[in-house]
């Protein structure tokens, strides 16, 4: 037998691969995990892993049954703001809608004013308190997207944060320059020239400083219209940026179309979406990110056309949608269990929207989001008696400990 060069092996655990099996996801029981660096080396039984382990002198830990999945992705966050949106949160429990609050100059814009004004060190300090606790549930990749500055220094500042989050602490950042989020007052008259702004300097420079992994556009009645988002999509094509969109959340306006149109990585929200919408994404590859949390904060009743996107073959996605509007949520676990109980998606589902899936929407399947050798070691360990059990719980979180490109991450970071 050949002698095997690993670092470290885990023998008793339940692996939770995330590997599609059908309709449901490969689970190992009793199984061992062997790590050589950054990478997964090997996956098997644990008798055979105790073997070969014993071969090389390697010494095994006992996982003691404890279930180990790929590190959680986030793959949809507004991670970075100043202040908060209480106020807002008041006005809608006093029956003021959304769309109301942002049209009366709230919503969005206000927190474009906070952020403004806030100091980047405080932008760092409350977004990392905010990572943190997805870190602690087991996150070890996240998305961020910039939208909160509508100003070129000022979305240069938020991408730079989060650039810093990444390198500071032992989780993976992409970020994503969201340039047309909300129209900001300087140009209420004038929204051409932002526009051509946000998708011509800007979007250059921001690129050009190594800020953009991706662009995101708002695609809505109240933010910005089909037009202009292809604007930003065209723009990105130019530099081979690869795209997201928020599309249908509040309206059907034709976006999942047009992210289809560009092969957008992601259409997010999607609770408007029509046949012909699935179709096209469903073509294009581009996944399906879904946002209960939003949902669930929004009082909305209508939700994403789940057996559609069944039918239509798209890969769906969960992520928290962290934003201080309509998503002031800090729990990966928390949208798996609205994914669940609100929109209808099997256990099985919501597990590969956190984990296969978000990868994809993040162009990052060959890397990430599934236990395969030759992947990244980014594991999160789980005291569950089965994966559905990370769904279930309200407000629980059964992570143990994590393993970030292969090596371990103090939970309290
Ligand atoms: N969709 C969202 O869910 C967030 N932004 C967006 O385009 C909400 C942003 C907010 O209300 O602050
Ligand atoms: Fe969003």
Redesign the pocket.
């Known amino acids: 037998m050949k002698i095997d060069d690993w670092d470290q092996i885990w023998v008793g655990a339940g692996l939770a691969t995330m590997v599609a099996d059908g309709r449901s996801n490969q689970e190992i029981a009793d199984g061992a995990i062997a790590l050589k660096g950054d990478r997964i080396a090997w996956i098997g039984s644990s008798a055979e892993g105790e073997q070969r382990a014993q071969a090389c002198g390697l010494v095994v830990s006992d996982a003691k049954g404890i279930w180990i999945t790929p590190g959680l992705i986030d793959c949809h966050t ?1 991670l970075i703001y100043g202040g908060n ?1 209480v106020d807002d949160f008041e006005q809608r429990m006093s029956g003021a809608s ?1 769309e109301q609050i942002a049209r009366a100059g709230g ?2 814009n206000s ?1 474009i004013k906070m952020t403004r004004a806030a100091t980047t060190s405080s932008l760092r300090d409350s977004a990392a308190v905010r990572l943190m606790r997805l870190m602690a549930e087991g996150v070890t990749t996240i998305e961020i997207k910039s ?2 500055g509508m100003s070129l220094e000022a979305e240069h500042a938020m991408l730079q944060v989060a650039h810093d989050l990444g390198r500071d602490y032992p989780i993976t950042v992409r970020k994503t320059f ?1 340039g047309l ?1 909300a129209l900001p007052a300087e140009y209420a008259d004038d929204r051409q020239t932002f526009v051509k702004l946000v998708c011509g300097p800007w979007l250059s420079a921001l690129h050009s400083a190594g800020l953009v992994d991706a662009v995101d556009a ?1 695609c ?1 009645s109240i ?1 910005f219209s089909v037009a202009e988002t292809a604007k930003l999509l065209e723009a990105a094509r130019l530099l081979d940026i690869r795209a997201h969109v ?1 599309a249908g ?1 509040l309206s059907e306006l034709g976006a999942p179309q047009l992210a289809a149109q560009y092969r957008a990585l992601s259409a997010a ?1 999607l609770e408007f979406l029509s046949a012909e919408g699935a179709a096209q994404i469903a073509r294009a590859g581009t996944v399906a990110v879904l ?1 209960p949390t ?1 949902y669930y904060t929004l009082q909305q009743s209508k939700p994403p056309p789940i057996p559609l996107l069944r039918e239509m073959g798209v890969a769906m996605a969960v992520a928290t ?1 962290s ?5 002031p949520c800090s729990s990966i676990l928390l949208a798996l269990n609205m994914a669940c109980s609100l929109f209808g998606l099997t256990p099985q589902e919501a597990l590969a929207g956190v984990t296969r899936n978000a990868a994809r929407a993040l162009g990052l399947e060959s890397e990430i989001g599934t236990l395969e050798v030759g992947k990244r070691a980014d594991l999160a360990f789980f005291r569950i008696v089965r994966p559905a059990e990370l769904c279930y719980g309200l407000g629980v979180n059964p992570c143990e400990r994590v393993i970030r490109g292969g090596t371990a991450r103090d939970l309290r970071c």
């Open positions: 507004h949106r959304y919503g969005i927190t939208g909160y969201l989020h708002f809505e933010a928020h959340q929200h946002l939003a949608d934003n201080p509007g309509s998503s």
